[in-house]
């Protein structure tokens, strides 16, 4: 069964500031996709960043971008010139790519604190 | 992006009362949505897979008697938690699949409901 690790529960940055963001899988499928998704206080559940698992090329998004690393199956997303919006929960997750209406695996979260 | 509704966002009941909640993909089609679980501060818990046009599948633990789930149109899967307790309580969330093509990875997720059962 595929697993998705956070291992930081929480973290913190200063406005401005750079910070990332850590999650490790594991599956043994090679045809997969990453996400992370944010959930702020509103728990409204949004799509930060996506990556396909056989593209090779980083996703980015603006202030957002990851370090896939497929051999090592890690997924960090790092944040750059961190704003207060950007406090929130992040989570990790997987999906399989083959067959349709595989489910999304989630880490655990991350709590995001932007200090001013 | 597609846009997924979920009704009602919060609802307070009695215990032993029955409790619905709907989720709409309001411009995309969905033969397959999820229901899940949140609890403060920890991550969604996946409570079952909801296929239109015929039975949820149900993660383990997961009281599919307490938990029905219906999914009648490629457009609305409906939960309802019945006999709720207040160990019912909680953030229940669902999201949805494009169909067919329109499915590019991503899960489209409703804005959640808060269930109080007093």
């Known amino acids: 069964a595929q697993t998705v690790t956070q291992s930081q529960p929480e973290m913190s940055v200063q406005e401005a500031e750079t910070v990332t963001l850590s999650c490790t899988y594991d599956t043994s499928e090679s045809d997969y996709y990453l996400f992370w998704y944010k959930q702020p206080p509103s728990r409204q559940m949004i799509l930060v960043i996506r990556q396909e698992a056989y593209k090779q090329q980083n996703a980015t998004e603006n202030r957002f971008s990851v370090n896939f690393q497929k051999a090592a199956k890690s997924f960090s997303l790092k944040i750059s010139d961190s704003q207060l919006g950007d406090a929130a929960m992040y989570f990790c997750?997987?999906?399989?790519?083959?067959?349709?209406?595989?489910?999304?695996?989630f880490g655990a979260g991350t709590i995001l604190r932007v200090k001013s | 992006g597609a846009v997924v509704s979920q009704h009602p966002s919060w609802v307070i009941c009695k215990s032993g009362t029955s409790v619905k909640i709907e989720c709409r993909s309001l411009?995309?089609?969905?033969?397959?949505m999820f229901w899940y679980r949140q609890f403060p501060k920890q991550s969604l818990m996946l409570m079952a897979t909801s296929n239109e046009g015929s039975k949820a599948t149900y993660e383990q633990g997961v009281e599919k008697d307490k938990f029905l789930i219906n999914h009648a149109s490629l457009t609305l899967s409906t939960l309802t938690v019945t006999s709720a307790h207040p160990e019912d309580s909680s953030f229940y969330i669902c999201s949805a699949i494009p169909s067919g093509s329109r499915d590019t990875g991503e899960l489209f997720f409703g804005e959640g409901s808060r269930l109080t059962v007093l």
């Open positions: 997750a997987y999906r399989r790519r083959v067959e349709y209406g595989n489910k999304l695996v």
């Open positions: 411009d995309f089609q969905a033969t397959t």
